[in-house]
């Protein structure tokens, strides 16, 4: 596997990845109440045990919506370029540290929000 191809994997996932951010956003604004999910309910946590649920799920969404649409997007782009090689790899290496930073920054506004919450 040469490193083109192995970067297109890792671009495929994050697509997949925001892909599945954004199914689990979604279901969550269809259904508008918590449901048993690792994005949103923490190991060891139950439904049932949370203070304010529909404060929780105020606080998440908008946060899921942003991971979601960055790591879509990311995959998007990113594989656009392994085909294109529309930018460089300075480029390249501010868009992994942008999406890594993202996914940061949702760990610990969920970890604050279950601490909120819980």
Same mark, same amino acid.
């Given at each position: 596997?040469?490193? *083109?191809?192995?970067?297109?994997?890792?671009?495929?996932? #994050?697509?997949? =990845? @925001?892909?599945?951010?954004?199914?689990?956003? !979604?279901?969550?604004?269809?259904? @508008?109440?918590?449901?048993? *999910? #690792?994005?949103?309910?923490?190991?060891?946590?139950?439904?049932?045990?949370? =203070?304010?649920?529909?404060? !929780?799920?105020?606080?998440?969404?908008?946060?899921?919506?942003?991971?979601?649409? !960055?790591?879509?997007? !990311?995959?998007?782009?990113?594989?656009? *370029?392994?085909?294109?090689?529309?930018?460089? *790899?300075?480029?390249?290496?501010?868009?992994?540290?942008? +999406?890594? +930073?993202?996914?940061?920054?949702?760990?610990?506004? #969920? #970890?604050? =929000?279950?601490?909120?919450?819980?």
């Amino acid at each position: 596997m040469d490193t *083109n191809s192995m970067f297109a994997f890792f671009d495929m996932i #994050s697509l997949a =990845a @925001g892909a599945y951010v954004l199914y689990v956003w !979604y279901r969550l604004q269809a259904v @508008g109440r918590l449901f048993e *999910n #690792s994005l949103l309910i923490p190991k060891d946590y139950r439904i049932k045990d949370c =203070a304010d649920p529909d404060g !929780y799920i105020r606080y998440l969404k908008p946060r899921l919506l942003i991971l979601g649409l !960055y790591l879509a997007l !990311y995959g998007i782009v990113a594989l656009i *370029n392994s085909n294109l090689q529309l930018y460089n *790899n300075t480029v390249s290496m501010v868009l992994n540290s942008v +999406a890594l +930073a993202v996914i940061i920054w949702y760990a610990v506004c #969920s #970890s604050k =929000a279950v601490k909120r919450y819980w």
